[in-house]
């Protein structure tokens, strides 16, 4: 028996970073920290990070008049009203936001002041896409399904971009609906999808063919979880989902299986590597090491170039 962890699996380089500066910040001042809602969906490195002292409020929280004076913005990011509401209390904000939805924030704010309609293909209630709207006034166009174009003037220039997560074939698809209702003016697309989540099915797909079993680790509200967990439940019959390695059921595994275990963008490294070990230990699988932690330093590396701008992409 083998056991080994997706190569691609763990957080996304935006997940991380937000996470890494929420520990910093702690270790630095040795005081406790509140995030501007839950930093992420997974309960279990939640409650390692408030172990550290990180918890959750909401805007109102914020507002409060016991609330906190230093604030993370996560990595979803603000819209600017946000940033104006805490300069009033005084509160501080440690911003949080990653580098890719920033640069989805800024191209969306100019195509707006340049008078365009701007369209957010999305969620309409996901916070990057909320955010994103109030840098343009809260006055951008969210398209989920297909009625939603008809809140557009089609005799004026559409400016299109997407929420960051959403599926290739899911904007393409939106795409269209807006070039067939608004065929009389210039469409223009601006292709805004995170190259970090993009194409990560196909390559589950790959993976969770390449083995035996496969363990989903992710957590229960995390709906990255749910989708990539029903891409492992499609190309593997011998798919699992556990919250950490507590659930994990030895009657899964035969003598000469190859156990494959992945996660989601929510889901840290460490977990995935705990429930890998935990596998070995318990069954005297061979433990084969893989090579997250180079793909992570790529993620990371090209994270800070899209901060500094000076990136070619
Ligand atoms: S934009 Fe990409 S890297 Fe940034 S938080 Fe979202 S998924 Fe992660």
Redesign the pocket.
Known sequence: MKVLVDPRAG????????VKMAEKVMEETRLPLVSLGDIIHNEVEIARLSEQGLSSIDHGGMASDCGPKKVLIR??GEPPETYERAKQLGVELIDGT????TR?QNIARKHYEAGEQVVIIGKPYHP?TIGIKGHCDNKAYVVYERDDVKQLDPNKKVFILAQ??VSREWFEERIAWIKEYAHNVEVQVENTL????VGRDSDLEVFAKQVDVIIMVGGTKSSNTKALYGVCKRMNDRAHLIVDESELDYSWFRESDTIGVTGS?STPHWLLEKVRDTIGQQTGAEILRDTANWEAQQ?DHE?AAIEKDDCSC
């Open positions: 957080f996304c380089g935006g997940v991380r970073r937000v990595a979803h990653c580098p890719v939805v989805s990057e960051t997560t995170c190259r970090f989540v963008a993620q994270l």
